[in-house]
């Protein structure tokens, strides 16, 4: 036998190996995902802690959807008193700037 003949060989077992051993541990992650996050096909009741965490996730998602578009309004308002108390702090330094001025005389 020829090296190349040795080296086809090796590279054909090599390929079965890995088509055998690939679905084994497939299988194997399958089943352990299965224990933490329950089987894919309960929609009823949920079997497990994870999926109970993804139905409360779920709940509160759907709470706070009516938050947003106040969120928005409120940071337009409070932009709007940005605004008036910039206004102020420069009146109120002048106003210190103008009694430091008389205390001096």
């Known amino acids: 036998m020829g090296a190349r003949v040795v080296l086809a060989a090796i590279s054909v077992v090599g390929a079965a190996a890995l ?15 299965e224990t933490i996050g329950g089987s894919a096909t309960r929609f009823v009741a949920p079997a497990n802690y994870l999926a109970k965490i993804r139905l409360g996730v779920r709940a509160i998602e759907r709470q706070t959807d009516a938050l947003a578009p106040q969120a928005g309004r409120l ?14 702090d ?16």
């Not at 940071?75 to 102020?88: H, K, V």
Request: charged letters at 20%.
């Open 19 to 33: 088509f055998v051993a690939l679905p084994l541990f497939l299988r194997a992650i399958v089943g352990e995902l």
């Open 75 to 88: 940071n337009e308002r409070l932009g709007a008193i940005l605004g008036g108390l910039r206004a102020i």
């Open 90 to 105: 420069g009146n109120l330094a002048a106003l210190i700037d103008s009694v430091s001025r008389q205390e001096r005389r």
